[in-house]
């Protein structure tokens, strides 16, 4: 009983790791089946790949409302890529009533989390004001966060609203850079 125990996440990884190798395959029939039983044990990878199928329509019809009942799944359990995608559905309304608030709550839930296009994607919520208030100082700062993160969209998005700043605004973004990197890096 014990050894089914300590097999079971190995073989859900592997479930994972083929419906991944799968889905990039473009053998979307295999890719849909792992992700599918994977999903039914309530994996959040299994979840997310649910959702990221449908959201594209690859192996299934394209369904946001799919996509983001999937997403959400995920998402609630901590998943990064989830909530990134969920909140790119938040911000545009496609499957979910369009939600600004939410949209930035899931972007910076993800951003901490360390997904790799949630800095960029908050900094352009601040920078063009979509549903928040306008504000260079946190746009550079989540653009400076992506940038550090290799994002070349973010560094080409940090350099544009740099020039809108003064040398005071851009003092203050590099500090609030400074406070999360320490609070969500540790330094």
Do not use: C
């Not at 989830?82 to 910076?108: F, I, P, R, S, W």
């Not at 504000?135 to 809108?164: C, P």
């Amino acid at each position: 009983m014990l050894s089914m125990i300590f097999i079971t996440p190995s073989l859900a990884l592997g479930n994972y790791k083929n419906g991944t190798i799968a889905f990039e395959q473009g053998d979307y029939k295999t890719a849909l089946k792992e992700f599918t039983d994977l999903a039914e044990q309530k994996d959040s990878r299994g979840q997310y790949g649910m959702g990221l199928m449908y959201d594209l329509g690859t192996g299934v019809s394209m369904n946001f409302e799919e996509a983001a009942k999937w997403y959400q799944l995920s998402a609630e359990q901590g998943n990064a890529d989830a909530q990134n995608n969920l909140a790119t559905m938040y911000a545009e309304g496609e499957g979910v009533e369009k939600d600004a608030h939410k949209a930035g709550k899931l972007y910076e839930r993800a951003a901490q989390q360390g997904n790799f296009d949630a800095p960029n994607n908050l900094g352009t919520m601040y920078l063009q004001g979509l549903g928040i208030t306008r504000n260079y100082i946190r746009a550079y700062m989540w653009f400076h966060l992506g940038e550090m993160k290799g994002d070349r969209t973010a560094k080409k998005n940090r350099e544009f609203v740099e020039t809108k700043m003064n040398s005071e605004e851009i003092i203050q973004a590099n500090k609030q850079v400074k406070e999360w990197m320490r609070k969500y890096v540790g330094f």
